[in-house]
């Protein structure tokens, strides 16, 4: 199965932390609730387990900033909790990395509160670990300065970010481990704590073949434990048939219809802003086509990729998804026949559009490659609402000539 073209797969905070905790790392205990009613269960649970009658309910949805949205609230007793779920299940939560119209929220998940009182003070410190691509190098970053925006620690208090390079051959070293706890100014038990903890997420990020693993806050009880308080996990696409499990933790409900239908067809499909749809076979050749569209002076509307045999199936369904955008003004065609002949992507443009119907948006049509002038005799005499181009050149000209 080919993957998207942004290679990774996103989880949800409950999911993130049902993986950590296979890899011992510590973290609160939790239950989702999808009802109202299963999130006052849940928090019984928790009560009977922990002791704690306090709780922290949490919208899960893919993206940050949840906190300042209003999707995560500490709640004091059970007709609190009651309250918070009934207005949080169901809302648009809105943060600055959700479309403009925010996102459902479907379920929450519902933890103890580890702010209890203790022989010591809480504490939040900030720990990620990600790939250095440029170094094939793993990189562990932490700071002190937890619970809030590691961007803005970084630009404002550049001394509280630390770092260790990991080579992946050899994994994370003891003596990284206790470097992190001291960097962090613990000491005594909470430096103990700190040290299996720093493993234990490196063991998760490795383990799991993850690209991303941020913990933020990791926290630090007044009894001294060190939890991940919040977690997020990037899962590779690639090494997802080493993970099942994994891979069975896709939410599609987290994601954009149209690529959800383009992969369960095997195309590769983003969504972007633009008003120019582009169809081609190939990833380089994709990146190459949105270029030409911005030179052009349109904005490409998505990334799709119908791969290497580019049959007329492929580009039809590619047609219906790629009209599914009603900002989408124009639609670039750009093929290279190498091992699939051009006059029979042509043939298939022709049949594809003659299948959906009448298609409302022109169509700029470039192949290049085996029998590439066949295929563009076939778009000309087509009588379809279908421009031929050979060339790069030609293809923009027609896109800007179209949207003008």
Known sequence: MRTNPLDFMNLHEYQSKSILKKYGVAVPEGILA????????????????????????KAQIHAGGRGKAGGV??????????????????????????????KKVRKVLVEQNIYYPGPSEPMEFYLSVLLNRLKGHTILMYSPRGGMDIEKVAEETPDYIFTEEIDPKVGIRPFQCRK???????????????????????QAYDGSDASLVEINPVFKTSDNKILAADAKLVIDNNALFRHPDIAAMRDFDEEDPAEVEASRD???????????G?????????MATMDIIKLSGGEPANFLD????????????????ILKDPNVKAILVNIFGGIVRCDRVA???????????????????RLQGTNAEAGKKIIDESGLRVHSAITLREAADLVTKVMS
Do not use: H
């Open 34 to 57: 999808q009802t109202v009613g299963e999130a006052v269960k849940a928090a019984e649970i928790i009560q009977n387990m922990t002791g704690s009658d306090k709780w922290v309910i």
């Open 73 to 102: 609230k500490v709640v004091n007793n059970l007709n609190e909790l009651r309250a918070q779920a009934g207005r949080i299940i169901g809302m648009q939560l809105i943060t600055p990395q959700t479309p403009p119209e925010g």
């Open 180 to 202: 992190v706890a001291f960097n962090l100014g613990l000491s005594g038990e909470t430096f103990k704590n700190m040290i299996k903890f720093v493993n234990a997420i490196y």
């Open 266 to 276: 095997d195309l590769n499909y983003v969504r972007m802003n633009g008003n120019v």
């Open 278 to 286: 582009c169809m081609v076979n190939g990833a380089g050749l994709a």
């Open 306 to 321: 119908v791969g290497g045999s580019a049959s007329a199936k492929r580009v039809e369904q590619g047609f219906r998804i």
């Open 347 to 365: 043939q298939g443009v022709v049949d594809a559009y003659n299948n959906i119907g009448e298609i409302k948006v022109p169509i700029i049509v």
